[in-house]
């Protein structure tokens, strides 16, 4: 069974750092790209990145690329995001999710087919 | 940015009733399109990749079609059970996007 499990969430203050983890199990880790998505409460879905089997390869949504860092351990099975400069508009659950590619007459769509349940990220003073 | 406008922001079904749910792409995006359900306080789950293909487990009553630019969620018979929020994401560029989500309700 593919389990993914975040954790590492919490209270944080304005201007502080956290470090979410994302715990993969139940499939072969260092097969899949992996991702992060967040929601601020009572909104919608949000893409922050994802990364490649063996991180040579790392995308992020802009407005975000210089706030956080997505990296992956794969002899630990592990997905890591650290946010840094948080603010409130950070303050949102945050998923992580596994990748998935179906190929279409040599095209890769990509889907996310696994997601873990979450960890809530406040930030505030 | 691919900008994904999605309609409507809420919709209100009878039960067995057909409903439909719109993505408009600022931009062609091949059909690298997945829809996304969500229920209260739950984290997402996949229903349709590839703009048409059914996730395993998902029942048949959910479809997906379009092409190019447009593309929709389609519910043939609403079930108690569908009252969620419904998300379409397009990963043909980056940074992927989502569209703002449909609130769907029993009426």
């Known amino acids: 069974e593919v389990k993914l499990v975040e954790s590492g969430g919490g209270l944080v203050q304005p201007g502080r750092s956290l470090k979410l983890s994302c715990a993969a199990s139940g499939f072969s880790f260092n097969d899949y790209w992996m991702g992060w998505v967040r929601q601020a409460p009572g909104k919608g879905l949000e893409w922050i990145g994802e990364?490649?089997?063996?991180?040579?390869?790392?995308n992020y949504t802009p407005s975000l690329k210089d706030k956080f860092t997505i990296s992956r351990d794969n002899a630990q099975n592990t997905l890591y995001l650290q946010m840094s400069k948080l603010g409130s508009e950070d303050t949102a659950i945050y998923y992580c999710?596994?990748?998935?590619?179906?190929?279409?007459?040599?095209?890769?769509?990509?889907?996310?087919?696994?997601w873990g349940q979450g960890v809530m990220v406040t930030v505030s003073s | 940015d691919i900008q994904m406008t999605q309609s409507p922001a809420s919709l209100s079904a009878s039960l067995g009733e057909t409903v439909s749910i719109e993505c408009l792409a600022s931009e062609g995006i091949s059909n690298d399109l997945a829809w996304y359900q969500q229920k209260s306080g739950k984290s997402p789950q996949l229903l349709i990749y590839?703009?048409?293909r059914l996730q395993d487990g998902v029942p048949s009553r959910f479809s997906g079609s379009g092409s190019g630019t447009r593309y929709s969620l389609k519910i043939s018979g609403m079930q108690p059970e569908d009252e969620a929020d419904y998300f379409c994401?397009?990963?043909?560029?980056?940074?992927?996007?989502f569209g703002a989500g449909t609130k769907l309700e029993l009426k």
């Open positions: 990364i490649n089997q063996d991180s040579s390869t790392i």
């Open positions: 590839a703009a048409s």
């Open positions: 999710a596994r990748k998935a590619i179906y190929v279409y007459y040599g095209l890769l769509l990509q889907y996310f087919d696994y």
């Open positions: 994401q397009q990963s043909y560029k980056y940074p992927n996007t």
